[in-house]
């Protein structure tokens, strides 16, 4: 009883945060001809509502692809679709189509909001509840502050409720897929994650782990027998999934493939803006963009991207454990981050997800890479007018999580998991290594800080207009690459032995 | 007198995480009040003193004491750094993202001084013995309570005031006298008095109690005053405070000849009994009854329909209003009712102090007393008891039971169902259930008023009609809870005239 009272105080003061976000202002607002994100989503509304399923992904006369063309798989347009039928019941004329183009007012604003809110509320929170209710360990007090601080979050509460985006749907569907293969319900799981890849295609930074797991899993209990019998039952649901989803487009194989084409533009650039990955820091000092071709720039990105998701892969495949399952999502996720094609900084929320996983294993680390994924995306939030939430919410976050989770007590080398560095760096001289993180963290807030500050408060030389955001992309880039590499030396060391080990089956 | 009671880390973090949540609240909407204190500021920092409270360019004239004026002033040294347009008298209705960004920012620095005066009732507040968890300890619920109350949010933090500074100061000066640093008590109530004069309503309280417990310095074996034991002193010591503490406000004014025009200012009875949102006090039941036995006069043939006054008292602006059946209510008679309702309470602590706590518990009546029968109510005046309700509910569970139906029900809402219940419930456990079913059953009630006023009564066809009907309903039925914890207050406290207690 006590619990779920601490509970729901927990949930209310994280969709009271939420809501004081959401009064801020939001991507594109006033800014015509083609606004943002928030008009992007408010025209799929139009759309969907107005016209036929099968002009959906077409550009028609009535529909300009140019013009915030649908770029997300069906799920993404049904849910649009739901909202649009709510929207026409309370005012027709913010799904007018044409008319409504740009159309900003307060109740508009309100409608939208209240949708994110909704969404969140059915999808993401109760998945958070209850991975922090039982798939956690600990006392019943470390579970309800890691429920605090996952969803304290900034960084997803700042790109949904202030920029204006749907990842909690996404992301919720992924959790609950992470829950059900974390109870053992294999089967359901794969429904749920079929669910979140039909909701937005970048899922699939996380797809491989599911496969390794699933497959792992099969192969252990018996490739005759139990683990083939697994395996058909999965393949089965997530066929039958997509199906489901993506049935009025089947009719049409045309209709499937345009889909396809919308969904995946291989046409654009190795990178577009700012974002702290390794080939826009890598376009500092050597300008690839130029050097290669465009399909050579395809190629390299997808070798690397190869290449860096294999070992973690590898791992989790002859070890499928839930901790192995929970950190080769992180290692898939930030490896796809750093390497792959066309990312946009919002996929670092990807990589935060599995993090929060592990805020009450890890919590330092986590908090410490939570905190820079948040700051990565200072010159989003900047450009949409997030300033005051953006420093806010990260200070909040940052003082509570190490208040409530004790992070900096908790810095021992067998709690960071730190042995296999000392393996490693046999060369080096040995050195308090609690201490030393505890200072690298210390540093590393501090230089956050300051350059948050400089990006805020002064203007850039002429010369170097985008001094500001190359910078924070580019010390985000190297707290995730170092993240990316302790995440794997982790994964490759032995876990120590725990008293819990029977959770981790 | 308690022993001091430890404050743990847990207190900065509850402080921290309210004022990161009120910075995100800054852009939320604001109400005509922004506009006044914008006012303010400018008519104090453009126009010299002689003209304060002569100035009417806007309608929102100063009408707080001489202190306030001084306040303002202060912050509008601080404001001409963020946007200098904010200061000009003309630029009325003026809101430009730094000024609301000041403003903002103003409260929630002020609001320092609520957290101080917290943390300072927090250690007054009686330990039960035995280990507890944090969450279970008292000081900890008080704090909640006390820096996370809801009404006190959204009052200050959307609609905006500076309540969170003046609660301070009152609540310093109570955690003061639980200490037994009466002077030092009497100095902070002195300055809020002439900070907002609201809190004159609670003056008895603070008058009668220093000058029984204070400067009567020693009680007979029963309890009963001891002439003897007068001193003179410490009524010198006492009055020469409040003197100098006056005259440092109002010296200005008065050297000026401006007295009059100032008390004018400070105590307009031009408006209505009820504010346009009606109080849930004792005069929305009159109304009501009035408006009742209209109706029903009209039907029975009794009254001519003509013959009814056609003045609106929910109108737009608050104006005099007439009673059709039952007699009109002016300000005197409001002044009485409020004295008379306070009699009892006052005469109590004369008769048997019962220490620092029953002064409490007086203040507490005096704050209620005036709220139910005071001359143009704001329902947010229902803070000015609630908040010292609080230091007394994690101590008894009797007060926890009256302070759950009194918040709920004063502030018009039902977010303090949300947390308090579970909170005190934790505190007050093994003693069976909180609320008596009855209480229950009328707090369930307000769920389903609620509900019907918001939801169900805009799509019925009395839309039209009657609009005010949603407001008029919600009222009356709070007013209801009010009454009922006056009462019980009220019974508290005479009860505990038999067994008087040194606490």
New interface residues.
């Given amino acids: 009883m006590?619990t779920w009272?601490?509970v729901?105080?927990c949930v209310?003061l994280g969709v009271?945060?939420r809501w004081?976000?959401s009064?801020?202002s939001y991507s594109g607002a006033g800014k015509p001809p083609m606004f943002g994100d928030y008009e992007a989503q408010r025209h799929w509304q139009e759309v969907t509502y107005n016209l036929p399923l099968q002009e959906w992904y077409f550009n028609t006369t009535d529909n300009d692809l140019n013009y915030w063309g649908l770029d997300y798989p069906p799920l993404t347009a049904y849910h649009s679709w739901i909202c649009a039928y709510v929207a026409k019941i309370i005012n027709p004329d913010w799904v007018e189509l044409h008319k409504s183009r740009g159309y900003e007012s307060p109740t508009h604003k309100l409608f939208m909001r209240t949708t994110v809110l909704v969404a969140d509320l059915l999808i993401y929170i109760p998945a958070v509840v209850l991975y922090c209710l039982y798939l956690t360990d600990g006392s019943s007090k470390k579970k309800i502050s890691t429920l605090l601080c996952f969803l304290l979050y900034p960084g997803l509460i700042l790109t949904d409720y202030g920029h204006f985006q749907y990842n909690g749907v996404s992301l919720g569907f992924a959790l609950w897929g992470i829950l059900a293969l974390g109870l053992g319900w294999d089967v359901s799981g794969s429904m749920a994650f079929s669910l979140a890849l039909n909701y937005k295609q970048m899922e699939l930074y996380h797809a491989l782990p599911f496969f390794c797991y699933l497959m792992g899993k099969c192969i252990k209990a018996g490739p005759m027998g139990r683990g083939l019998f697994l395996l058909v039952r999965i393949a089965a649901t997530v066929l039958a999934t997509f199906a489901l989803c993506w049935l009025p487009f089947l009719s049409d194989p045309s209709q499937a493939l345009q889909v396809v084409r919308r969904i995946f533009p291989v046409a654009r650039g190795l990178f577009e803006d700012k974002v702290a990955n390794t080939w826009c820091s890598l376009n500092t000092l050597i300008k690839i963009r130029s050097i290669l071709s465009g399909d050579s720039q395809l190629y390299l990105s997808l070798a690397c991207t190869f290449l860096a998701v294999l070992p973690s892969s590898f791992r989790l495949l002859t070890k499928p454990t839930f901790w192995h399952f929970k950190l080769a999502l992180v290692n898939s996720s930030l490896a796809f981050f750093l390497f792959s094609y066309q990312v946009h900084e919002k996929s670092i929320l990807l990589a935060a997800l599995p993090v929060c996983l592990l805020l009450n294993d890890l919590p330092l680390i986590a908090i410490w890479f939570l905190q820079a994924s948040t700051f990565s995306m200072l010159p989003l939030f900047l450009k949409d007018g997030l300033l005051?939430?953006y420093?806010?919410?990260s200070?909040?976050f940052l003082?509570?999580s190490l208040?409530l989770l004790s992070a900096l007590d908790h810095c021992s080398e067998d709690e960071l998991r730190m042995g296999a560095y000392n393996k490693l760096l046999f060369f080096l001289p040995k050195m308090d290594l609690a201490c030393v993180v505890r200072w690298k963290f210390y540093i590393s807030v501090a230089v956050m800080a300051v350059l948050s500050i400089v990006s805020i408060a002064l203007v850039p030389p002429p010369h170097l207009p985008d001094l500001f955001p190359v910078l924070v992309s580019t010390t985000a880039f190297l707290h995730f690459f170092g993240t990316f590499v302790y995440f794997n030396v982790v994964q490759f060391s032995e876990p120590p032995s725990r008293k819990s080990q029977k959770k981790n089956n | 007198m308690a022993a001091r009671v430890d404050i743990g880390f847990w207190f900065p973090a509850l402080a921290l995480g309210v004022s990161f949540l009120k910075c995100l609240f800054i852009n939320a909407y604001h109400s005509t009040d922004f506009e006044v204190h914008r006012n303010w500021l400018a008519i104090t920092h453009s126009l010299p003193v002689s003209r304060w409270y002569h100035e009417n360019t806007s309608e929102w004239t100063l009408d707080y004491p001489p202190l306030f004026a001084w306040f303002e002033f202060g912050l509008s040294h601080v404001a001409q750094h963020f946007d200098r347009n904010m200061l000009q008298v003309e630029n009325l209705n003026y809101a430009s993202p730094s000024t609301v960004l000041f403003q903002r920012l103003s409260v929630i620095f002020t609001d320092v001084v609520f957290i101080y005066a917290a943390k300072e009732c927090c250690r007054c507040v009686q330990e039960q013995k035995g280990s507890r968890d944090v969450l279970n300890r008292p000081s900890f619920v008080l704090a909640v309570l006390l820096l996370w109350n809801f009404g006190l949010l959204i009052v200050d933090h959307i609609h905006f005031q500076y309540n969170g500074f003046l609660f301070g100061v009152l609540l310093l000066s109570v955690a003061k006298h639980l200490q037994s640093q009466h002077l030092q008590g009497a100095l902070l109530f002195a300055i809020l008095l002439n900070l907002k004069h609201i809190y004159l309503y609670v003056a008895p309280a603070y008058g009668i109690y220093l000058l029984r417990s204070y400067c009567f310095t020693q009680d007979n074996k029963d309890g009963s005053i001891r002439w003897m034991s007068f001193s003179p002193l410490r009524l010198l010591a006492l009055g020469s405070i409040v003197v100098s503490v006056c005259a440092l406000s109002f010296g200005p004014f008065i050297a000026m000849g401006q007295l009059p025009q100032v008390l004018s200012r400070l105590f307009p009875f031009k408006r209505g009994l009820c504010h346009a949102y009606w109080a849930p006090n004792i005069w929305a039941l009159y109304n009501v009854l009035d408006k009742g036995l209209a109706v029903l006069g009209v039907r029975l043939k009794l009254l001519e329909e003509a013959e009814l006054p056609r003045a609106s008292m929910t109108g737009g602006l608050v104006q005099e209003f007439q009673h059709s059946v039952l007699l009109s209510v002016s300000p005197s008679a409001t002044l009485v009712c409020t004295l008379l309702s306070i009699l009892p309470a006052v005469a109590s602590i004369w008769l048997r102090p019962c220490g620092a706590r029953g002064f409490l518990r007086c203040l507490l009546l005096c704050a209620l007393g005036s709220f139910m029968f005071g001359w143009h109510v704001h329902e947010k005046a229902v803070l000015i008891a609630i908040l010292p309700l609080s230091i007394l509910a994690v101590e008894s569970r009797e007060d926890a039971r009256i302070f759950l139906v009194l918040t709920t029900t004063g502030h018009y809402s039902l977010f303090p169902l949300l947390f308090t219940p579970t909170a005190l419930r934790k505190l007050h456990s093994g003693q069976g259930p909180l609320l008596r079913p009855l209480e229950v059953v009328y707090l369930l009630g307000l769920v389903v008023v609620a509900i019907a006023c918001e939801v169900v009564f805009p799509l019925s066809p009395w839309q039209q009609r009657l609009p005010f009907l949603p407001l008029l309903a919600t009222s009356v039925y709070c007013s209801v809870g009010v009454c009922y914890s006056f009462l019980r207050l009220y019974v508290r406290l005479l009860q505990r005239d038999d067994k008087p207690k040194q606490l």
Avoid: C, D, Q
């Fill in positions: 006590k009272s601490l729901s105080i209310l009271v945060v004081g976000v009064l801020n005051v939430p420093v806010v919410t200070l909040a003082f509570f208040y």
